[in-house]
Nanobody, 124 residues
Framework: QVQLVESGGGLVQAGGSLRLSCAAS????????MGWFRQAPGKERAFVAF????????VYADSVKGRFTISRDNAKDTMYLQMSTLKPEDTAVYYC?????????????????WGQGTQVTVSS
């Protein structure tokens, strides 16, 4: 059973930075894709970033491209989301996700495992 635990959320002013972490356990993740989604109040869960655990290839949502960086530490089975130049519209609960597949997908229904979420609030 895959377990994902996020940490690193909080309150930050616009223009600031935060780094989210996702500690993964329960499997060897070389054949998994990993990613981040977010859900703002009253909105659907939205794709943020994807990483192929084995190759390290990445894909970003247009809204965060150039500001967010997804990465992973294979030795620690931990994924990160470095968020910079944060905007109030980035405010959401951020979820770590995983799936037994390596191809890119931005559809939340194609991801099998989810963390509990961590709140990110950006004040103006």
């Amino acid at each position: 059973q895959v377990q994902l635990v996020e940490s690193g959320g909080g309150l930050v002013q616009a223009g600031g930075s935060l780094r989210l972490s996702c500690a993964a356990s329960g499997r060897t993740f070389s054949t998994y894709r990993m990613g981040w989604f977010r859900q703002a109040p009253g909105k659907e869960r939205a794709f943020v970033a994807f990483i192929n655990w084995s190759s390290g290839s990445t894909v970003y949502a247009d809204s965060v491209k150039g500001r967010f960086t997804i990465s992973r530490d294979n030795a620690k089975d931990t994924m990160y989301l470095q968020m910079s130049t944060l905007k109030p519209e980035d405010t959401a609960v951020y979820y770590c996700a995983a799936a037994l597949a390596t191809y890119y997908s931005s559809s939340s229904i194609q991801w099998n495992y989810w963390g509990q979420g961590t709140q990110v609030t950006v004040s103006s």
